[in-house]
């Protein structure tokens, strides 16, 4: 069996059919390189991490084939010798490259690649949905005599991923705050190109501790620009705690993860949608969308989040959006792109296997979770953090050091954080180090360490050793060594926590409001969602003494 692919985008479309062959010795797969796409340099390096065996183009073009699946029809593909079949390549047939085919066609519609000499060329047009069947028979009727409606292996591998949703989240680090995934399409009126700084601009004008943003990047972005500069141009969001999604399997869990999505005219919103996720516009017009397609549906719909002219207004209409989206049920727009969910594998085992005119095996084809995203995200090393105190209540917002407009004070990490940053910081704080220590070993008490940074800084107000998720030992200019303890709270069963490094920043804000520190005291400390009790007594010698 051959995968003829031209992108690392339909090599992974075609991984994702894998499991209707499982358990099955007499198949055997191979890869070739179709020439001549744009963003054929990550379809290899793809090909290498699924440990498939390759052919080159020319020896696959010499050998005949069982069976040959690819997801897209573009490419010499009709020379390749053996039953065909064609997968989708996306979802919902959305969009239509200017100067490419026929004119308002997807590929995956256009006579112009689903013929040769007049007929087609395939001999299985797999689609997901009636819908698409109906548009195939308008634009190409030889093709639509050919074509099976299966449903959507991906869309399956979505909905199977569904429970796994905590275990996602708990590898981003994600806790109680609001996800919100930023999706781009390829191309020039991709939001990437339309928008290059929205995602910086979100990641620097929403409070950290109530939200956490995140990237899907389409695979030909990938490609195109390529991870090293890609990182560079995003190094200053990612430094901050924007999540980037990789672009095998990792963007779908990051779906699953997501609390909402802001979306341009890129199909990855309609398997949002499956998921009953809040969608919000953010495509700004163009030649590329296809009227009536699921995906200008959607975009007629959905709440429009508007280029804002500065981070107050951004989250100020990224809040209106996100309520206005919440009232309006997303579903019903993945209905028109997607049929027989959950069907899919079971669909195309028997498509195959009558084109292998092989007798199938009994073994059940079930799609795969998707597996949980690399590690948690990056966290801002500086914060601007803005304070409201109204007696033993604080109020606390963080955001990137380097988000615009008024705050009550900077806080820095060390020896994370820039040394300027930590050297101008009103609040610095350490987190104490995971671990033994090794035979031979040197480490400051928490006592010491923060009496030793601030002397070392006068203009430096607070300094604090954050112990354990629970416990920090706060040392204050006005001569208060506290032993803090930051309750965590308890919702159904769960347990819930902040960052002991926000409550530093509440203390902060709290000691700064008083005129000297009046004995034991608990505050009630509000961080994004959370409202926890944050308790304040003179420093034990525990504390003072923990080794960091």
Not at 177 to 186: C, D, G, V
Not at 253 to 270: F, K, P, Q, R, Y
Not at 367 to 393: D, I, L, S
Not at 493 to 513: E, I, M, N
Request: glycine share 8%.
């Amino acid at each position: 069996m051959l995968f003829a692919v031209r992108s690392a985008g339909a090599l992974h479309r075609l991984l994702d059919v894998l499991p209707a062959f499982e358990g099955d010795e007499r198949i055997v797969c191979r890869f070739t390189l179709v020439p001549g796409s744009d963003f054929d340099v990550d379809a290899l390096a793809a090909v290498e991490r699924s440990g498939i065996r390759s052919v080159s183009w020319t020896e696959a073009r010499r050998r005949a084939h069982d069976l040959i699946l690819a997801a897209s029809p573009k490419g010499a593909l009709r020379v390749l010798s053996g039953p065909r079949v064609l997968l989708p390549h996306g979802a919902g047939f959305n969009k239509a490259i200017p100067h490419e085919g026929s004119p308002r066609l997807p590929s995956g519609l256009d006579p112009s690649y689903l013929l040769a000499d007049g007929r087609p060329w395939v001999n299985l047009h797999a689609l997901a949905h009636e819908s698409q069947l109906g548009r195939l028979a308008e634009s190409c009727p030889p093709a639509a005599a050919r074509a099976r409606v299966v449903g959507d292996p991906t869309l399956d591998r979505v909905l199977a991923s569904v429970p796994h949703r905590e275990e996602y989240r708990a590898a981003l680090g994600t806790g109680e705050r609001r996800l919100i995934a930023l999706t781009s399409t390829w191309g020039p009126e991709s939001l990437l190109a339309r928008r290059p700084r929205l995602p910086a601009a979100l990641v620097g004008g929403l409070p950290h501790d109530a939200y956490q943003v995140a990237l899907l990047l389409h695979p030909n972005e990938h490609s195109r620009i390529g991870t090293f500069d890609l990182s560079r141009h995003l190094a200053p969001a990612l430094a901050a705690g924007l999540v980037l999604a990789g672009p095998y399997q990792e963007w779908a869990a990051l779906l699953v993860a997501c609390d909402a999505v802001i979306t341009d005219h890129g199909s990855t919103a309609l398997y949002a949608a499956a998921l009953g996720r809040p969608l919000i516009g953010a495509y700004d017009g163009g030649q590329e969308l296809i009227a009536g397609s699921p995906m200008a549906d959607v975009l007629a719909q959905a709440p429009w989040l508007a280029d804002p002219a500065g981070p107050a207004e951004l989250t100020d209409a990224l809040t209106d959006a996100l309520t206005e989206a919440r009232l309006r049920d997303s579903r019903p727009f993945a209905a028109t792109a997607f049929a027989l969910p959950g069907e899919s594998l079971p669909r195309l085992h028997h498509e195959l296997y009558r084109l292998l005119e092989l007798p199938p095996r009994s073994r059940p084809a079930h799609p795969h979770p998707f597996p949980a995203p690399g590690g948690p995200a990056r966290h801002p090393t500086a914060y601007a953090v803005r304070a409201e105190v109204t007696g033993q209540r604080v109020r606390v917002e963080r955001f990137p050091a380097f988000a615009p407009g008024p705050a009550h004070h900077l806080a820095a990490e060390s020896p994370a954080a820039d040394p300027r940053q930590q050297q101008s910081a009103a609040v610095l704080w350490r987190r104490a180090a995971a671990g033994p220590h090794p035979p031979h070993s040197s480490s400051w008490t928490a006592g010491g360490w923060t009496a030793r940074m601030l002397d070392e800084a006068p203009g430096r107000r607070t300094v604090a050793a954050i112990l354990t998720p629970e416990r920090c030992l706060v040392r204050h200019r006005s001569g208060a060594v506290l032993s803090v303890r930051v309750e965590p709270c308890t919702l159904d069963g769960r347990v819930l926590r902040v960052d002991p490094a926000a409550a530093v920043s509440a203390v902060h804000a709290w000691l700064g409001s008083t005129a000297e520190w009046p004995g034991p005291t608990t505050l009630t400390c509000e961080f994004g969602p959370l409202t926890v009790r944050v308790e304040l007594t003179e420093a034990d010698d525990a504390d003072l003494g923990y080794e960091i």
